[in-house]
């Protein structure tokens, strides 16, 4: 069974630094292309990052460029969003996707981030 | 960036009648392999989002075939023959052409 379980979020203040954290388990995980994706509360669903599965490649939203920066460790069966500068504005959860080719066909359960004073 | 715009954004609709969701995009989805880039997604109450129709018109494992994906080029639509009560959520659009990936804004359906 496939599964993507998040950790490390939480509150933290606006300038401040966050590493989100996602165990991957359930399948051959060097295989697939991996993504973060946010939703803040009451709104709707917001591509972060993508990784290649050999984490040659990586891409971002513009909005994230320059602060937040994805990686994978496939020793580990791990992915990973270290999020630098958080503003108010990235209050959000954050899930765990995995690609299928052209579509995200298994989500984490998601984890909360909060940046506030 | 593609921008992809759903309407209506919410829906109310009575059990067992059909449901029908727009979604469009800024320019085609048109992949070189020939394939629509474009998937559908419900978030249920409560849960993370859940794979429907993938390449336009695909549906994932497990969905039932009350729903059905269809549309080319710039304009494609999702619809449920007959809703059930365990449809209820929120029904996202994706791109998934070019980064950024972008998704519509979201159609509520709810049981009238």
């Known amino acids: 069974e496939v599964q993507l379980v998040e950790s490390g979020g939480g509150l933290v203040q606006p300038g401040g630094s966050l590493r989100l954290s996602c165990a991957a388990s359930g399948f051959t995980f060097t295989t697939y292309w991996m993504s973060w994706v946010r939703q803040a509360p009451g709104k709707g669903l917001e591509w972060v990052a993508n990784i290649k599965e050999d984490g040659s490649e990586k891409y971002y939203v513009d909005s994230v460029k320059g602060r937040f920066t994805i990686s994978r460790d496939n020793a580990k069966n791990s992915l990973h969003l270290q999020m630098n500068s958080l503003r108010a504005e990235d209050t959000a959860v954050y899930y765990c996707?995995?690609?299928?080719?052209?579509?995200?066909?298994?989500w984490g359960q998601g984890i909360l981030v909060t940046v506030s004073s | 960036d593609i921008v992809m715009t759903q309407s209506p954004l919410s829906l109310s609709v009575t059990l067992g009648q059909p449901a029908s969701i727009s979604c469009r995009s800024s320019?085609?989805?048109?992949?070189?392999?020939?394939?629509?880039?474009l998937d559908w997604y419900l978030q249920k109450p409560g849960q993370s989002p859940q794979l429907l129709i993938y390449?336009?018109?695909n549906r994932a494992s497990g969905i039932p075939d009350r729903f059905s994906g269809s549309g080319s080029g710039t304009d494609f639509t999702l619809k449920i023959s007959r809703v059930e009560a365990e449809d209820v959520g929120v029904y996202y659009c994706m791109q998934a052409l070019q980064t950024p990936i972008t998704f519509g804004q979201g159609t509520r359906l709810e049981i009238k």
């Open positions: 996707a995995r690609w299928r080719g052209s579509n995200i066909d298994y």
């Open positions: 390449l336009g018109s």
């Open positions: 320019q085609s989805l048109l992949h070189s392999n020939g394939y629509y880039y």
